[in-house]
């Protein structure tokens, strides 16, 4: 397949496009660059630095290059400015992913791969977390991608475009080579800071809550490996053959795993103590998220390889370790 990877040089997309290549599929890169690095994509990855809303040019790009397949990553994703800059949010992530979609249209591209979330629950209502619970987000963030799903179901109802859509859940890690990694600016996510404060490149972890309903009072959440995100997206396409395809799944291990386990998990991998204090909970934090996965392995025959949250770890550490200034390195 020909796919346009939208979002390609960012964190999860730049570990799909690995995947993709590995898999024996064509990958295309269009990335603005404005939270991308150019340096997570390979020289010889045709690139296009265009911005996703300029259906004009991603609709040429497209028809060039006979795309057979567009993936969407490219999304603000952080939860607490899509609070303070809701319209920011709703225009990139919903207003521009509907100009790509006219671009598509226009060149006759009809299969489209989606970067849900799991903030598309909410607060869920039981747990662990199956896809055909109500979708109530708490956040505009969330609320923009639910959105895109609504217009994606619209789409395949109508046999005009037929989607995969993919809720994630935490991801993380990075590439098993060390070549690409998570390097994000500003970074908000636990496993990276943590990371930081074990070597000493930022100060102490501050755990954001610590009595919550959980067995140790801190977050739970299930941090899946982004190899293994990304190998779900290429076990799809056959589902979207079909025109009028709409499918969902929850892309997670299944285990819940504290921010306490996270820490003592980093001081392992590392060798190095992690200092950590604690904190005020965080705004908008649910206390729990973690996946009932058995939609996605058995619907798309998918396994998480990496089901032990040290093995996800080590190879953050491994990229963080030899870039320890990110792809600035
Ligand atoms: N945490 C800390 N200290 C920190 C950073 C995070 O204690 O310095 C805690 C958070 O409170 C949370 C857990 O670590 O309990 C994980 O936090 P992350 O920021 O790493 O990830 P989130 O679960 O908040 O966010 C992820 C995705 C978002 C998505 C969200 C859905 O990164 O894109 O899940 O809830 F919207």
Request: hydrophobic share 40%; net charge negative; glycine share 8%.
């Amino acid at each position: 397949m020909n796919v346009l990877v939208v979002g390609g040089a960012g964190y999860i997309g730049s570990h799909c496009v690995r995947q993709l290549q590995t898999a024996g599929h064509s990958p295309l890169v269009l990335d603005n660059l404005v939270y991308g690095h150019r340096h997570a994509v390979a020289s010889d990855i045709p690139f296009f630095d265009e911005d996703l809303g300029n259906r004009h040019a991603v609709a040429q790009i497209l028809k060039e290059n006979n795309i057979d397949v567009v993936m969407h990553f490219a999304a603000y994703a952080y939860v607490g400015e899509s609070v303070t800059e809701p319209l920011k949010y709703y225009e990139n992530n919903v207003g521009n992913t509907i100009q790509l979609l006219l671009a598509m249209q226009d060149a006759g591209v009809t299969k489209f791969v989606f970067s849900s979330t799991c903030a598309t629950y909410g607060v869920p209502q039981s747990l662990p977390i199956v896809e055909d619970l109500p979708q109530s987000p708490i956040n505009p963030y969330g609320q923009t991608k639910l959105q895109v799903e609504a217009i994606l179901k619209d789409l395949a109802a109508i046999g005009k475009i037929s989607s995969a859509v993919f809720r994630y859940f935490n991801a993380s890690g990075a590439a098993e080579d060390g070549s690409i990694g998570e390097c994000h600016d500003p970074e908000t996510h636990l496993i990276p800071l943590a990371i930081d404060a074990a070597t000493g490149k930022r100060s102490a972890l501050k755990i954001f809550g610590t009595d919550y309903p959980t067995p140790d009072g801190t977050c739970l959440r299930d941090y899946i490996h982004v190899d293994d995100l990304s190998r779900a997206h290429i076990a799809v396409f056959d589902q979207l053959e079909d025109p009028k395809a709409f499918v969902h799944y929850n892309l997670g291990t299944g285990r819940p795993t504290s921010v306490r386990e996270i820490l003592d998990a980093v001081e392992k991998v590392t060798g190095l103590p992690v200092p950590a204090e604690e904190a005020p909970r965080r705004a908008g934090d649910p206390p729990s998220l973690y996946a009932d996965n058995t939609k996605a392995r058995q619907g798309l025959g998918w396994e998480p390889q990496h089901m032990d949250i040290e093995s996800t770890i080590a190879t953050a550490w491994k990229w963080h370790h030899a870039n320890p200034d990110g792809y600035a390195s």
